[in-house]
């Protein structure tokens, strides 16, 4: 189990202004959860869309915000003013290095091409166990489902263990993604690799 006091929780997270309210709505309140459990953010370092809301609701709560912002985007002026600790990388793979490595755990909140490959390669690096932190998907609208379909149909047809729909975690709330994470304790997992001899 996860030391409860002051993780660093990575958050995955849409960069588009133009997402409904019920998405904002719940990234506010998992920034603002975050920061009144003592918990410390990273993301990726943006000024727009729910990763804005997310670091604003932590400051406004009194929380600290690490941003890790690619120098492509920080050139463009998308750079979060009000982080505690702004991080500028060379690329989106130093970005996420960088963010994997600062964090304890991971939340996925909806999100576009750029949250799924973030939160994928958290699943791949877990699947290789490389790390054996929790990842959990904020199922907000239940806008997941068609993955969490698709990861099931990936185990039913032998392209992954079904132990391994134990990579992740599921809320459809902030408080119960907090609530996950505090409580984790990390499956043993087999080897992925399919023993067909």
């Not at 929780?9 to 409904?20: G, P």
């Not at 959860?33 to 370092?45: E, F, I, N, Q, R």
């Not at 263990?161 to 994470?181: G, M, R």
């Amino acid at each position: 189990m996860l030391d409860k006091k002051s993780l660093s929780i990575c958050v995955f997270c849409s960069s588009s202004d133009a997402v409904d309210d019920i998405y904002a709505n719940e990234a506010h309140y998992l920034g603002t959860l975050m920061a009144l459990s003592g918990h410390k953010l990273v993301y990726g370092g943006t000024n727009v869309g729910l990763m804005r809301v997310v670091a604003s609701a932590m400051k406004s709560a009194g929380g600290s915000v690490t941003g890790v912002i690619p120098e492509s985007i920080f050139h463009h002026g998308r750079a979060f003013g009000a982080a505690d600790e702004l991080i500028v990388t060379k690329d989106l793979r130093e970005r996420k290095a960088t963010m994997e490595q600062r964090s304890d755990a991971f939340v996925a909140l909806p999100g576009g091409i750029g949250t799924l490959e973030e939160a994928l390669e958290i699943m791949t690096l877990r699947q290789l166990q490389l790390h054996e932190k929790p990842l959990v998907f904020l199922n907000t609208a239940g806008y997941f489902e068609p993955l969490f379909s698709l990861l099931r149909t990936m185990a039913m047809q032998r392209f992954m263990k079904p132990d391994y729909t134990k990579l992740y975690c599921v809320a459809t709330n902030a408080y119960d993604a907090i609530l996950a994470i505090e409580t984790f304790s990390p499956d043993v997992l087999a080897s992925k690799w399919f023993d067909t001899e």
